[in-house]
Nanobody
Framework: VQLQASGGGLVQPGGSLRLSCAASGSIGSINVMGWYRQAPGKQRELVAT???????NYANSVKGRFAISRDNAKSTGYLQMNSLKPEDTAVYYCNALLSGFKYPYWGQGTQFTVSS
């Protein structure tokens, strides 16, 4: 199983960006897809998760600005990020918890920077 995250780059404060995470391989059923981020010098933290049924969970710091979604047919997850702030700058990682598995698979991370 491989997770390919994409969509990083440089964005101005207040701007928007969408990250994608495509899963490939012997996927089976993906129960939960999630996005995490790690800023320089900080621990990796949860950003958002989404279940197969569409239930979502967000970190308080991104509520109302970020929206997680998924296309089950394409085995792809998305993170729409609006009203971006410099403190959103980080490497963003996606993960996927497959049915029957105890631990999730992780993507390689995609970097984006919010700066003017």
């Amino acid at each position: 199983v491989q997770l390919q995250a994409s969509g990083g780059g440089l964005v101005q404060p207040g701007g928007s960006l969408r990250l994608s995470c495509a899963a490939s391989g012997s996927i089976g059923s993906i129960n939960v897809m999630g996005w995490y981020r790690q800023a320089p010098g900080k621990q990796r933290e949860l950003v958002a998760t989404i279940t197969t049924g569409g239930s979502t969970n967000y970190a308080n710091s991104v509520k109302g600005r970020f929206a997680i979604s998924r296309d089950n047919a394409k085995s792809t997850g998305y993170l729409q990020m609006n009203s971006l702030k410099p403190e959103d700058t980080a490497v963003y990682y996606c993960n996927a918890l497959l049915s029957g598995f105890k631990y999730p698979y992780w993507g390689q991370g995609t970097q984006f920077t919010v700066s003017s």
